[in-house]
Structure formats: C-alpha cells, structure tokens
C-alpha cells in the first residue's frame, strides 16, 4: 500500500516467466487507469477500467451485485486523482490492481469493494467513517485493517507494529490478510524503479513474514508468485541458473509429462471414470529446490500431472487405476483428503514409475479442492455469513480461524515491545507445518511441528504451566523436553509447589512463542533463583550413601558420587568346586530366583550374572572360562535397582523413606546430575528376603514422580 512501483516496461529485476495456469491475459493497467482520469462514467454504467475485475468476479459469482464495487471504483479514482506512482503510472491502477488479483481467485464482493478502497484512508483526504457510512461496517474493518500506521507517530517501530495491528485484524476477518497478500503481491510484480536496497529489504519482508502468512492461509495461487519474486531479488544467480534450466527443458523435442498425461487419460477413460488432465509446471523455486535435491534435473522433474474429478469418491477410484495400471512409487503416497492439512489443503499424492526410470508426480482432487488449494481462505467466500438454515443470532463461526492463528493472537499480547514482536513472529512463522495432539478431556491442542512437551503446557496452562513437572505421552511418562507427533495424546503432571517455576533449561526445549516469553518473564522477575539449577538444587548435595552411612531419610554419605559399590561377595550361591570366591556381578545384580550363571576372572574370582545379562555374550566372545552357579537355600540377597524421576523438591526423602518401609536397607546409592527436569537414582540395596523385590519395587514407583523402576543393567564391569 502507498507502494513505490515502477512501470513494467522500466528495467528492474528479473521477474520470473515460467509457465503458469492458464489464466487471462495480462490488462494493460497504466492504459486502464490512464483512460479512467479522462472522466468518470456514467453514474448509472460500471466504469470502463473496472469491466475486467467485474468480468473475473462475475466468473465466480454470478449473481453478484456490481453496484458497491462501481462506488467503490468512482470514490477510489476520484480521491486518487492527481497521484502517480513512481513508475509515472496513475496511482488508481494499484488499487485496481489488487482487486483483479482478488477477484481472479474468487473474492466475494466486500472483500473486492475494501480492496478498491484499500489506500484510500492512508493516502487520501477520505476517513474511514466516511466509507463506513458509504459501505458499511464490514468494508470499514477491512480498510482498517491494512491501513499503515504512521511513523511520524510509531517511528521505527511503525512497520512491527503495523504487522500487529494487521494480524490482530485478521483474527477477527481473515479478509484484511487476503487484500494484504494481493497488495504486496502487486508490489512485488512492480518493485523494479526502487533502489536495489530497498528492494533487498521489502523482499526480505515478504520472504519472511508475507510468504509464511499466505502458505498458512493456503492462498497458493499468491504464495508461489511471491516465491519467484523474491527468489528474483534476493539471489539472482541461482534465479537465472534456474530459467535457464526451465528454457532449455521447454525446448525437449520429447515431453514425458505429456507422455504420462496421456496414458492416464487412457487409463481413466477405459475405466469410465470422467476426468480431466492437465500438466502443472513447476515454478521457479520448486524447479530449484529439487535440482538441489536430486542434482541432474529430467523432463518429468519440471512439472505434475493434475487430475480433477468430481467427486471425493472418485479421488481414490483414480488413485486405484494409477496403481494398478502402472507402476507406483508408494513411498509418494500421501492422503491429504482423509487428513487434511493446517492450511485447508485437500489433494491424493502418489507418484508413477516410467520404464526409462523417471518418476512422474500426480495430484488427485476434486475441483473443489482446487480452488481452495489455489486460493485458501479466499475461496470461502463469506466466512461471517449464516448459512440459510441457522438462525442468525449474532454469533460468528469462522472457519477459517486455524490453530496457528489463534495462538499467534495469544502470545502477540504478551510480546513488552515491538523488537521482540518483530523477531518472535519471524520465528513462529518459520514454522511452517502443524501438528494436533490430544488432551485426555478429549480436547485439542494445535501446535507447530517440532513442539515438545513444554510447548504443550504452555499453550493449555498459559503461565499455570510453570508447575508443570512432566507429562504422560501415549500413556507413558515422558519428560517435558519430549518432542510431540502428529496425534499424540498428552497428559501433563503438575506439580503442588506454588513457588515452583521454570528453569532456564525449559528455553532450550520451548519452539513456541507463548512458551518462550512465559518463561522469558518468570526468569526475569525472578533473578534470585539459580535458573541453571532452578528446582533441582536441593537434590544436587545427595551424590552417594555408602553402608557406613544412614540410610534413613535425607541422609547423606561421602562415597564416590556416580560410581556404585563393588559387587558384594555372594551369600547363598553354590559353585563349583567349592571354596571359590564368588561375587554378584554389579552390572545386573542378579537375585534368587534369576537365571544365573558364573564366569572366572581375574584371581580366580567367579562373577554371577544373569543369563540374560549383555555382559554374558561378552564374557564368551572372550574366551572367559565358565563356571557352574546356582543358589542356596539363603533368601537374602543384594540387588541394585535404578529410578527415574522428575525432578521436584524433597524427593530424595519421600524416596528413601519408601525403600525403608519396603524393608530394604541402603547399601550404597548416586543421583545423577539432572537433565531436563529428570533425574536418575541408582540404589544397591540388601533384603531379607528376595520375595521382597517387586513390593519394593511398587513402593518405589508410587512415590510421586517416580515415573520408572528397573533392575540395573549394562554397567561396567567390576
């Protein structure tokens, strides 16, 4: 909006050319809006330069009502009279611009009417209640919503925050975000008479910010011109590497595509299944990003087949004919009609083999489908309007308010000012695929790909979420830095303590911006707590008991922290010949009624492990001689046992106090360093009875945030 363009005649930066869908050809705006200032039409006739924009809307809507775009045209070039772009072009071709893009993708009228208008209130003497009271409270919102704010008022924060402003907007009307896509993409199509900095800037921008808004709204039909524009700008090298490559691919006497092309229609044509075939060329950076992939580019690399159908049943019956009738390549095959994407794209993927070797990739949907594949949330038309049988009680359903949205909405709030805005909303925008996890309620939680744990506290809890001392995924404890799948269910585990906060380690695990300023703010305002320790640091002075010290709760020993207590001499094990020296092998601790065997070591000593112990296989390879073990009738045994935990205050004393009541005495014990808000404890303890093992074991597993207890395995070796 208010953009320095350049005449498209004017030398500028290369704009890409490939081969695009067949649209109509490209009107000579400048003639347009030239001929508009010779005088306005008639007031009861629509307006000669908006014909084409009235002709693309009537294509989608034919029982439109051109009436308000005729006003909206006549105020536009009336307020806009007078003012040029830099170009030298009349600056009404921008607006009119814009509204054709909108109207070739299928706007409905009051998004078309705000796009006409779209500059006005910024550049022109009209006031936004001025067009409220001519068109509406709708079409008021929508220029609103994409007017700049001013930066003798904002200064350097006047861009960030217009992005604010603008998303805001859009959270309410998914229409203000629509015009401003078509506006930058008009733009960008005109960018050439601008200084190459500030074109390096604005493609910045646009690759940034404008690029991931329209890919999540699933406006594709914007997005992959926006692509090539800025693929132009930012690296022209690679850019005319690529049409060069797409020209000399054009020039093949022979076409694989249509080669495929035609032996589907085949295919389907005998099966009685009507559809139409069409080839999709490749744009520039997807021609560029699988040259980067596969090196050496072949004709059936430059493009898709596109097979459109009627009917959602009829998407699968051609997916069955293709993979029948020839070769598939079902490592491609993808459903996005059962599983939709974030950004409402619906489409078959699958792939066929030809003889030469080359794959040919093929999308199935329906015509439906590919108007929304092409223009997103512009293909809904209306999103506010009630549908005919419900009644309308004032309530506005959007469709078209996705997860992603929602929480960008949510954590801009919390954004202290308009630097960490700017960079936060580049971070999230990056981001660019969704997964949804489940709660336990039923509810559910949409996330980027790559979100954990934390991620998932934050966006259910808000700031409640730094309690949160782990999670169960899938029904399994997990800690908070697990990273979630597509589908998962989690369940997250608070913890009691109101001081209880996050530690700086959280930020390491945290991918979404809601996350990373809540804990960003606790750790702020809490500067008194050792963020590198945060709630483990009771637990870091208990490093080992050793026998000679109490094994009571919170007791505390001064024994080699990390490493455990030699094998003990093994009590109540008979070996052959008698007199040998045994030892229980402290790797698995074996205990009556185990499995055992024995193998001679250093000094004659007989270690015993478990059958099943990895140590075993070991000892054989190595040619240690074995000897024959079995137990006594002693039941006493020694065993050590590992806990996993999370990590929460005064757990090392509910712990111990547990194994105490459980009848175990502590021979030796160590805590692990914490990693991740869990902690590893590692017990060698003696029992009366072997019986005892499992209750013990219970006990040590109802303790709270224990989440795991196993027998020790795959030490080292004594």
């Given at each position: 909006?208010?953009?320095?363009?350049?005449?498209?005649?004017?030398?500028?930066?290369?704009?890409?050319?490939?081969?695009?869908?067949?649209?109509?050809?490209?009107?000579?705006?400048?003639?347009?809006?030239?001929?508009?200032?010779?005088?306005?039409?008639?007031?009861?006739?629509?307006?000669?330069?908006?014909?084409?924009?009235?002709?693309?809307?009537?294509?989608?809507?034919?029982?439109?009502?051109?009436?308000?775009?005729?006003?909206?045209?006549?105020?536009?070039?009336?307020?806009?009279?007078?003012?040029?772009?830099?170009?030298?072009?009349?600056?009404?071709?921008?607006?009119?611009?814009?509204?054709?893009?909108?109207?070739?993708?299928?706007?409905?009228?009051?998004?078309?009417?705000?796009?006409?208008?779209?500059?006005?209130?910024?550049?022109?003497?009209?006031?936004?209640?001025?067009?409220?009271?001519?068109?509406?409270?709708?079409?008021?919102?929508?220029?609103?919503?994409?007017?700049?704010?001013?930066?003798?008022?904002?200064?350097?924060?006047?861009?960030?925050?217009?992005?604010?402003?603008?998303?805001?907007?859009?959270?309410?009307?998914?229409?203000?975000?629509?015009?401003?896509?078509?506006?930058?993409?008009?733009?960008?199509?005109?960018?050439?008479?601008?200084?190459?900095?500030?074109?390096?800037?604005?493609?910045?921008?646009?690759?940034?910010?404008?690029?991931?808004?329209?890919?999540?709204?699933?406006?594709?039909?914007?997005?992959?011109?926006?692509?090539?524009?800025?693929?132009?700008?930012?690296?022209?090298?690679?850019?005319?590497?690529?049409?060069?490559?797409?020209?000399?691919?054009?020039?093949?006497?022979?076409?694989?595509?249509?080669?495929?092309?035609?032996?589907?229609?085949?295919?389907?044509?005998?099966?009685?299944?009507?559809?139409?075939?069409?080839?999709?060329?490749?744009?520039?950076?997807?021609?560029?990003?699988v040259s980067r992939k596969r090196g050496r580019l072949r004709g059936a690399d430059f493009g898709r087949l596109l097979v459109l159908v009627h009917e959602d049943a009829d998407c699968y019956a051609v997916l069955g004919e293709l993979h029948t009738c020839m070769t598939p390549v079902v490592s491609?095959?993808?459903?996005?009609?059962?599983?939709?994407?974030?950004?409402?794209?619906?489409?078959?993927?699958?792939?066929?083999?030809?003889?030469?070797?080359?794959?040919?990739?093929?999308?199935?949907?329906?015509?439906?489908?590919?108007?929304?594949?092409?223009?997103?949330?512009?293909?809904?038309?209306?999103?506010?309007?009630?549908?005919?049988?419900?009644?309308?009680?004032?309530?506005?359903?959007?469709?078209?308010?996705?997860?992603?949205?929602?929480?960008?909405?949510?954590?801009?709030?919390?954004?202290?000012?308009?630097?960490?805005?700017?960079?936060?909303?580049?971070?999230?925008?990056?981001?660019?695929?969704?997964?949804?996890?489940?709660?336990?309620?039923?509810?559910?939680?949409?996330?980027?790909?790559?979100?954990?744990?934390?991620?998932?506290?934050?966006?259910?809890?808000?700031?409640?979420?730094?309690?949160?001392?782990?999670?169960?995924?899938?029904?399994?404890?997990?800690?908070?830095?697990?990273?979630?799948?597509?589908?998962?269910?989690?369940?997250?585990?608070?913890?009691?303590?109101?001081?209880?906060?996050?530690?700086?380690?959280?930020?390491?695990?945290?991918?979404?911006?809601a996350a990373r300023i809540a804990i960003q703010r606790w750790l702020t305002a809490h500067p008194e707590q050792d963020a590198s320790a945060g709630p483990e640091e009771s637990l870091t002075p208990f490093r080992s008991l050793t026998a000679d010290a109490p094994a009571g709760p919170g007791a505390?020993?001064?024994?080699?922290?990390?490493?455990?207590?030699?094998?003990?001499?093994?009590?109540?094990?008979?070996?052959?010949?008698?007199?040998?020296?045994?030892?229980?092998?402290?790797?698995?601790?074996?205990?009556?009624?185990?499995?055992?065997?024995?193998?001679?070591?250093?000094?004659?000593?007989?270690?015993?492990?478990?059958?099943?112990?990895?140590?075993?296989?070991?000892?054989?390879?190595?040619?240690?001689?074995?000897?024959?073990?079995?137990?006594?009738?002693?039941?006493?045994?020694?065993?050590?046992?590992?806990?996993?935990?999370?990590?929460?205050?005064?757990?090392?004393?509910?712990?111990?106090?547990?194994?105490?009541?459980?009848?175990?005495?502590?021979?030796?014990?160590?805590?692990?360093?914490?990693?991740?808000?869990?902690?590893?404890?590692?017990?060698?303890?003696?029992?009366?009875?072997?019986?005892?093992?499992?209750?013990?074991?219970?006990?040590?597993?109802?303790?709270?945030?224990?989440?795991?207890?196993?027998?020790?395995?795959?030490?080292?070796?004594?």
């Amino acid at each position: 909006m208010s953009a320095d363009a350049t005449n498209p005649a004017t030398p500028g930066p290369v704009v890409p050319t490939a081969p695009r869908r067949k649209a109509r050809p490209r009107l000579d705006l400048r003639r347009l809006g030239r001929a508009a200032l010779l005088g306005p039409a008639a007031r009861d006739r629509l307006p000669d330069a908006i014909s084409h924009v009235a002709e693309a809307h009537r294509a989608h809507h034919p029982d439109a009502d051109l009436e308000p775009l005729r006003r909206a045209y006549v105020l536009a070039e009336s307020s806009h009279r007078g003012q040029m772009r830099k170009s030298g072009e009349p600056y009404i071709t921008h607006p009119l611009a814009v509204t054709l893009i909108l109207a070739e993708l299928g706007a409905e009228t009051t998004t078309l009417t705000a796009s006409l208008l779209h500059d006005t209130v910024e550049d022109t003497d009209v006031t936004l209640d001025q067009v409220g009271e001519q068109f509406g409270e709708e079409v008021r919102y929508l220029v609103d919503g994409v007017t700049k704010l001013e930066k003798v008022d904002y200064g350097a924060a006047a861009e960030p925050e217009t992005f604010r402003k603008m998303l805001v907007a859009t959270g309410n009307d998914v229409r203000v975000m629509s015009i401003k896509l078509a506006d930058r993409l008009h733009n960008m199509r005109t960018l050439g008479v601008m200084r190459p900095e500030k074109q390096e800037r604005i493609a910045k921008v646009t690759r940034d910010v404008l690029i991931p808004l329209a890919e999540r709204l699933g406006v594709q039909a914007l997005k992959t011109e926006l692509e090539d524009l800025v693929f132009a700008i930012l690296h022209p090298e690679e850019y005319e590497h690529t049409r060069q490559l797409i020209v000399e691919n054009a020039s093949r006497a022979d076409d694989p595509l249509a080669e495929v092309a035609d032996e589907v229609r085949g295919v389907l044509k005998e099966a009685d299944i009507p559809a139409e075939v069409l080839i999709r060329p490749r744009h520039f950076v997807s021609v560029h990003r699988v040259s980067r992939k596969r090196g050496r580019l072949r004709g059936a690399d430059f493009g898709r087949l596109l097979v459109l159908v009627h009917e959602d049943a009829d998407c699968y019956a051609v997916l069955g004919e293709l993979h029948t009738c020839m070769t598939p390549v079902v490592s491609e095959f993808k459903d996005f009609i059962a599983v939709p994407k974030f950004n409402l794209y619906q489409s078959l993927h699958t792939a066929v083999a030809r003889e030469d070797g080359q794959v040919v990739e093929v999308l199935i949907r329906t015509h439906q489908m590919h108007k929304v594949a092409e223009a997103g949330v512009v293909a809904l038309g209306n999103p506010y309007a009630p549908a005919p049988d419900d009644p309308a009680d004032g309530e506005r359903a959007d469709p078209t308010r996705p997860g992603w949205l929602s929480r960008l909405l949510e954590w801009q709030r919390a954004a202290p000012d308009s630097d960490t805005f700017w960079s936060t909303l580049r971070e999230d925008l990056a981001q660019d695929r969704e997964i949804t996890v489940f709660r336990p309620d039923g509810g559910t939680l949409g996330l980027p790909e790559g979100a954990t744990c934390v991620d998932a506290a934050y966006a259910q809890y808000g700031e409640d979420a730094h309690a949160c001392i782990g999670a169960r995924v899938n029904g399994r404890l997990a800690t908070l830095s697990t990273v979630l799948e597509d589908g998962d269910t989690v369940q997250l585990l608070m913890g009691q303590d109101p001081a209880a906060g996050p530690s700086r380690e959280w930020l390491e695990h945290a991918h979404t911006p809601a996350a990373r300023i809540a804990i960003q703010r606790w750790l702020t305002a809490h500067p008194e707590q050792d963020a590198s320790a945060g709630p483990e640091e009771s637990l870091t002075p208990f490093r080992s008991l050793t026998a000679d010290a109490p094994a009571g709760p919170g007791a505390a020993g001064d024994g080699p922290a990390g490493r455990p207590a030699p094998g003990p001499v093994a009590a109540g094990v008979l070996v052959d010949p008698p007199g040998t020296t045994v030892r229980l092998a402290g790797c698995c601790t074996p205990v009556p009624p185990d499995e055992v065997t024995g193998f001679v070591v250093r000094g004659g000593v007989v270690t015993v492990h478990r059958v099943e112990c990895p140590a075993v296989a070991r000892m054989k390879n190595a040619g240690r001689p074995e000897a024959g073990v079995r137990w006594g009738d002693t039941t006493e045994c020694r065993v050590t046992l590992v806990a996993e935990s999370f990590v929460r205050p005064h757990l090392l004393a509910d712990l111990t106090e547990a194994m105490a009541l459980a009848g175990a005495e502590i021979v030796s014990a160590t805590v692990e360093p914490p990693t991740q808000q869990r902690v590893r404890h590692t017990y060698t303890v003696q029992l009366p009875d072997a019986a005892r093992l499992p209750a013990l074991m219970r006990a040590m597993r109802n303790v709270a945030g224990v989440y795991d207890v196993s027998r020790a395995r795959q030490q080292p070796e004594p």
